[in-house]
């Protein structure tokens, strides 16, 4: 007994060794989720009570559309007691980044320094909308910038690599300022696009168990409440 127990012991803290080569230190993350209105009812206490601290809800798209669920959502997840923040749905197409932005900021993306208010998130997916990566890129900047006026944050911007390689020639102009939510349905975020050091969010599914998409911060909960302070 004695002897399979010391045995035991040294095999588990072999096996741990093995598991974790000298100098790898697993870092710190919080779960989070994203939802729009194909969320129609959302159990956020329960999410709440089983870890997730943080939600991105969809609040606009373009300049006429606004999510019939986005304040349902807000009210449910601020009542759960989450970190949250509006995205918008990116129309490229449709008109400038400006007015895209103005509309997402009186629309739900605003931003208050209370510490559980997420800078608002620009969701960039499905085609280039026609655009050279140089004009993509001059359109994002526009939404940024009016962003930043209107609400005094850097936007957080939503990609994955593919898309942000093709569609902007993998700019690198907003990596010193846009935190990076990165999309990669993998078990890794993998290459990192447009010269961020990092992602600071990673959504790694399109299946949470809460609804809507699985996300990931790269970070303590004390450093995404940092990124709600701004
Ligand atoms: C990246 O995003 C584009 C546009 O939304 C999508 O078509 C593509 O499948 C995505 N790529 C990967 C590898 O997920």
Not at 18 to 29: C, I, M, N, Q, Y
Not at 68 to 74: E, G, L, M, T
Not at 155 to 168: A, E, H, K
Request: charged share 15%.
């Amino acid at each position: 007994m004695r002897f399979s127990t010391a045995l035991f012991g040294l095999l588990s803290a072999l096996s741990v060794a093995l598991a974790s080569p000298v100098g790898f230190e697993k870092r710190a993350t919080v779960e989070g989720f994203d939802i729009s209105h194909y969320q129609s009812s959302v159990d956020f206490a329960g999410a709440y009570n089983a870890g997730l601290r943080f939600v991105l809800i969809k609040a606009t798209e373009g300049t006429t559309y606004k999510d019939p669920a986005f304040s349902s959502h807000y009210n449910g997840a601020t009542t759960a007691g989450f970190i949250r923040g509006g995205y918008h749905f990116a129309r490229p197409s449709s008109s400038s980044g400006a007015v895209q932005a103005s509309f997402f900021a009186k629309n739900g993306g605003g931003w208050s320094n209370d510490g559980r208010t997420l800078p608002g998130m620009l969701d960039l997916e499905g085609d280039c909308a026609g655009k050279s990566a140089s004009a993509m890129v001059s359109w994002i900047q526009d939404f940024v910038e009016t962003y930043l006026s209107e609400t005094g944050r850097h936007c957080i911007i939503y990609t994955n690599r593919s898309w942000w390689q093709s569609c902007t020639g993998d700019s690198t102009a907003f990596s010193n300022t846009s935190p990076l939510h990165l999309a990669s349905w993998n078990n890794s975020p993998g290459t990192i696009p447009g010269g961020w050091g990092y992602q600071t969010i990673w959504q790694y599914n399109d299946h949470s168990s809460w609804g809507g998409d699985s996300d990931r911060f790269n970070g303590d909960a004390t450093q995404l409440r940092k990124l709600a302070m701004g």
